[in-house]
Nanobody
Framework: QVQLAESGGGLVQVGGSARLSCAASGRISSDYVMAWFRQAPGQEREFVVATRWNGASTNYGDSAKGRFTVSRDRAKNTVYLQMNILKPEDTAVYYC???????????????????WGQGIQVTVSS
């Protein structure tokens, strides 16, 4: 059993930066996949990024490429999402998720993730 807790959201200015954290409790295998998704009001949940806990592979969604960076601190069982040059369209609830295996080409599919955090709001405002 894995529990996830996101932190670091809030109100951010357009063009600013924010860093989200996802602390995991429970045993995290090196083969596990950590991911971030987001859901804007009235929209479906969207894939942001997935990374293997051992760092071997990372895959960014189109909305995150070039502006967002995922990293991990294995000693703290925490994965981070650094978001730069934020835009109003980045406003969403951001969710951390954990899956037990890396499925090539399918990291964006929610069904591959077994555990989800409660989500944290990020609001980008001018």
């Amino acid at each position: 059993q894995v529990q996830l807790a996101e932190s670091g959201g809030g109100l951010v200015q357009v063009g600013g930066s924010a860093r989200l954290s996802c602390a995991a409790s429970g045993r995290i295998s090196s083969d596990y996949v950590m991911a971030w998704f987001r859901q804007a009001p009235g929209q479906e949940r969207e894939f942001v990024v997935a990374t293997r806990w051992n760092g071997a592979s990372t895959n960014y969604g189109d909305s995150a490429k070039g502006r967002f960076t995922v990293s991990r601190d294995r000693a703290k069982n925490t994965v981070y999402l650094q978001m730069n040059i934020l835009k109003p369209e980045d406003t969403a609830v951001y969710y951390c998720a954990v899956g037990s295996r890396w499925v090539v080409g399918q990291q964006s599919l929610e069904r591959h993730y077994d555990y989800w955090g409660q989500g944290i709001q990020v609001t980008v405002s001018s």
